[in-house]
């Protein structure tokens, strides 16, 4: 991976142009701290934050929020189901029950919004007293069709995106600035 001073970087055998800068990343994520510590000023939080994309919004976002809250990091494990219907997936590492708690999904960016529904579905049926979700990112599919995201930072089209915590092909994900191809 080569870093430059220009507004390009090279990942592999891709071009990647900065789209977002750190700052104004910054600026969005102080934004939906405030407007999440607004609406959630009478309740206690359970952030569920999905790995492994999320980890650097999660921790920026934390930092801003100002009640009482906790947060677990979790992953969406694939497994081969007993039936022949195939993969299912499964939330993972959910140490703390989230049983009549107020849960704020975490996610880095939602494209289709397939694992997101997928999410919400499982923390539903752990008994969840109520379910949104904050994204930094979101794609026009999961614009046009995905599940209701409550707080959503910056809405893209469909081109791919790095950095951030976000990866290409396992790298990028210390980049501190977003790049689309
Ligand atoms: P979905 O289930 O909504 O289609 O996809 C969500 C997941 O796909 C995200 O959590 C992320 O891991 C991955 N993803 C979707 N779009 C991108 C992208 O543009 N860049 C990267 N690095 N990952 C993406």
Redesign the pocket.
């Known amino acids: 991976m080569q870093h430059s001073a220009t507004d390009s970087i090279l990942i592999h055998d891709r071009t990647f142009l900065r789209l977002i800068q750190h700052s104004a990343i910054q600026k969005k994520v102080r934004g939906l701290a405030e407007q999440i510590n607004s609406d959630y000023k009478d309740r206690n939080i359970f952030f569920v934050a999905?790995l492994?994309?999320?980890f650097m919004f999660a921790a920026d976002l934390l930092k801003n929020i100002q009640i009482e809250c906790r947060i677990s990091f979790v992953k969406l494990a694939s497994y081969k189901g007993t039936r022949s219907t195939g993969q299912l997936k499964a939330i993972f590492g959910l140490e703390e029950s989230v049983f009549g708690q107020h849960v704020i999904i975490i996610?880095?960016?939602?494209?289709?919004?397939?694992?997101?529904?997928?999410m919400i579905e499982d923390l539903k049926s752990l008994g969840a007293q109520s379910i949104d979700t904050v994204s930094l990112?979101r794609?026009k599919?999961?614009r046009e069709k995905?599940p209701e995201v409550k707080y959503v930072g910056f809405e893209?089209e469909q081109?791919?995106?790095?950095g951030y915590g976000?990866?290409?092909d396992g790298l990028?994900r210390n980049l501190s600035d977003i790049y689309?191809t």
């Open positions: 999905i492994n994309g999320s996610e880095d960016i939602v494209d289709t919004g397939l694992t997101l529904t997928k990112l794609k599919p999961a995905g893209l081109e791919f995106v790095v976000l990866d290409y990028g689309h």
